[in-house]
């Protein structure tokens, strides 16, 4: 019997301090066929509204833990499960205000 292959969607806001536990917690499930979808649901236009910006900064700061994670497999994440940030293009999000995002 073939074993189902799990898609984990994963939206993120504001979320930098969880991710390591989360992730790491991930890495020890028994079950190793699946990948983390990462959605960055950050419109834009946050970066012009003073009130959001610590958001804005709280997000790349994820962006760049996901990048550095999977451009070093040795680190744990690489070699366990797949991994996929959406929206790739590091440093901006480029999602409209009212589009209502990606997750």
Request: proline fraction near 7%; charge should be negative; glycine fraction near 6%.
């Amino acid at each position: 019997m073939i074993e189902p292959f799990v898609h984990i969607a994963l939206p993120v806001m504001d979320e930098y301090s969880n991710l390591p536990r989360l992730l790491a917690s991930l890495s020890l499930q028994t079950v190793k066929d699946f990948r983390l979808y990462v959605c960055v649901n950050q419109p834009e236009s946050w970066w012009n509204d003073s009130g959001k910006i610590r958001i804005c900064e709280d997000n790349q700061s994820t962006l760049s833990f996901l990048e550095a994670i999977k451009n070093r497999p040795q680190s744990g994440l690489g070699s366990r499960f797949e991994a996929f940030v959406i929206p790739e293009n590091v440093p901006t999000i480029n999602i409209e205000e009212n589009s209502g995002g990606i997750g």
